[in-house]
Structure formats: C-alpha cells, structure tokens
C-alpha cells in the first residue's frame, strides 16, 4: 500500500495543484489531507496563490481519493464547499500490519499522544515542520506543510510505503526518512 499525507494547504490554489500534480507522479492510492485546507488561519499571512474557492474545486475534482481530517482552522462553513468529509479530529489507517492515526496536530502531537500502543504511528501536521521521532515507543511524524513552512524548511508531503515514511519536497526530493523498524 503507497499513502501519501499533505497538510496545512491553507487555501494556496498554487501549492494545492503542485501537491496534486505530486500526488499524481507518486501514483499513491489515497491522498490524506491533515487539515488546514482552506483558510489561512489569524497567525498566517495569506499564502501565495490564494484562492480557496479554487482549492475547493481542485480537491472536489479528486474527491473520491481523499481521507480528511480537520485542522484547527477547517469549519462547518468549509463543509458546505468541499464535497468530501472534513470535519473528522482523527481517523485511523490499518495499513501493512501497522497502525496508522491520522490527526491535525492541535489536539494530539508527539507532546500529546493519543491512545495507541508501543510500535502505532501517529500522523499530523499543523507545525509545518517536517519532523519524524519515537516518543514512548511511538512513531510521531510530521509531514510539514503545502503551502506555509516554517524553520527553513521545504514545501512538503509525506509517503508511506512498506514500513517507510518519506517526507519530500514538491520536486519529489528527499527531506528525511523513517523506517517503522526503529521503534
């Protein structure tokens, strides 16, 4: 099974297309968004090329290859223009005999675990920092962000494939690796 993770688009048409045509190159199965779709959030500035409208219209066109879950700025309001559930905190991926929990960060992060188990891996975004540790024998990984990184970082996604997470730029250029063996 290949997965890949975005997050933190933030209403960017510009990085929500270059995330999709690199969703297209990887030939993942499903694209899971980590929240942040379309709005830039109070502490943002607005990111370049936005246009929410357009994200919406670009993610419905893809609409069946989504798992969404909601980010600290995605509303009810953002559920009446997008044509795919949003508004789920977390959500769970049984994928290759491991356990994969997806959230946006601002609830549960390395700082905050949910409730998994020695070996489980939890997903999310929201720092927009590309970041891959193992905090009381679990997986925390961070996909960093489409549209607004932050501490230098690249504009990033996150595949998964055969026990392997790699966190890319949108060029398809390795930014790290972390291997669910090294728990």
């Known amino acids: 099974m290949k997965l890949m ?3 933190d688009i933030h209403g960017s048409a510009l990085w929500c297309e270059r995330l999709l045509g690199a969703y297209r190159r990887e030939g993942a199965q499903r694209l899971c968004l980590l ?14 090329g936005h246009d929410p409208k357009k994200v919406a219209e670009l993610l419905n066109g893809v609409k069946d290859e989504l798992l969404c879950v909601r980010g600290n700025c995605d509303t009810e309001v953002d559920q009446m223009v997008l044509q795919f559930p949003v508004l789920s905190d977390s959500a769970m991926i049984f994928a290759d005999g491991h356990t994969l929990f997806l959230s946006h960060g601002h609830h549960f992060n390395p700082e905050a675990l949910p409730p998994l188990k020695k070996g489980d891996v939890l997903i999310n975004g929201h720092t927009h ?15 960093g962000s489409a549209a607004l990184p932050k501490e230098n970082s690249p504009h990033t996604y996150m595949i998964y494939e055969n026990g392997v997470f790699t966190v890319k730029d949108m060029d398809g250029n390795i930014f790290l690796t972390h291997t669910l063996n090294n728990a």
């Open 35 to 48: 929240g942040d779709i379309l709005y830039h959030g109070p502490r943002n500035a607005l990111p370049e």
């Open 5 to 7: 993770f975005g997050s």
């Open 129 to 143: 920092v590309p970041k891959a540790v193992v905090v009381d024998g679990i997986h925390c990984l961070n996909d």
